[in-house]
């Protein structure tokens, strides 16, 4: 049930785009991103919602392909601290459980 | 200020013994969860409770056992009968266990088993 996330990891100089993909074999009900970096809890970024609903606290972007089951992140115009690994959750039963891919490392250069 | 806080950051055993992890938050959430973090690997869900007196397993909940006495408290105790308990654990809640909940995690305690 583990999402496949891609790519597994991403180096980025200060100010260029990126995007994080997140795959899933069953339909989805929500999609949850999250931001971690070493050592330090996951930091929450943003939920897609079946349906079209975002709920999110950062300036960051993300897309939700019910029909791919897919769910992409964006992130665009880098900063030095958008580094860290980003995790997406998704939920695919009646029980509202996440399954976290494994991850993409992101290391934003000057 | 509102939040979870897990105690101790660094844990270290011996085989054989059982350890419990504390988690404690100040939210007023509802549900709480457990979740294992291994190098290069997704979180894994232990256990989750919904509401007081609740609990339910989650996907690797062998070796492990929780309790949920009052609201903020959701301890997590790893026993001896947990093959391989090095880890890195992450204790997490939401308002209710549903649809599109925002899950705030606390700071995660470093398990060693030696």
């Known amino acids: 049930q583990q999402p496949v996330q891609s790519p597994q990891a991403v180096i980025l100089r200060e100010g260029e785009d990126a995007v994080i993909n997140c795959s899933s074999s069953?339909?989805?009900?929500?999609v949850h991103w999250y931001r971690q970096k070493h050592g330090e809890a996951p930091v929450f970024l943003m939920i897609?919602?079946?349906?079209?609903e975002q709920k999110g606290h950062e300036k960051i972007s993300a897309s939700f392909n019910e029909k791919k089951q897919q769910s992409s992140l964006y992130l665009t115009a880098s900063q030095l601290s958008y580094s860290g690994t980003y995790f997406c959750?998704?939920?695919?039963?009646?029980?509202?459980?996440?399954?976290f891919g494994a991850g993409t490392t992101v290391t934003v250069r000057a | 200020d509102g939040g979870i806080t897990q105690s101790p950051k660094y844990l270290f055993r011996k085989e054989g013994q059982n350890v419990t992890l504390s988690c404690e938050q100040n939210?007023?959430?509802?549900?709480m969860y457990w979740y294992r973090q291994d190098p290069g690997q997704g979180l894994r869900l232990i256990y989750y409770?919904?509401?007081?007196?609740?609990?339910q397993k989650g996907d690797i909940a062998e070796g492990y056992s929780v309790s949920r006495e009052k609201k903020e408290s959701f301890p997590l105790t790893v026993t001896s009968a947990q093959k391989n308990p090095t880890a890195f654990y992450l204790c997490a809640s939401s308002q209710t266990h549903g649809t599109g909940q925002e899950q705030y995690f606390g700071p995660g305690t470093r398990l060693t088993v030696t």
């Open positions: 959750g998704t939920e695919i039963g009646v029980d509202y459980k996440l399954s």
């Open positions: 409770s919904q509401i007081v007196n609740d609990f």
């Open positions: 939210l007023n959430h509802d549900a």
């Open positions: 897609l919602l079946k349906g079209g």
């Open positions: 069953k339909a989805l009900y929500s």
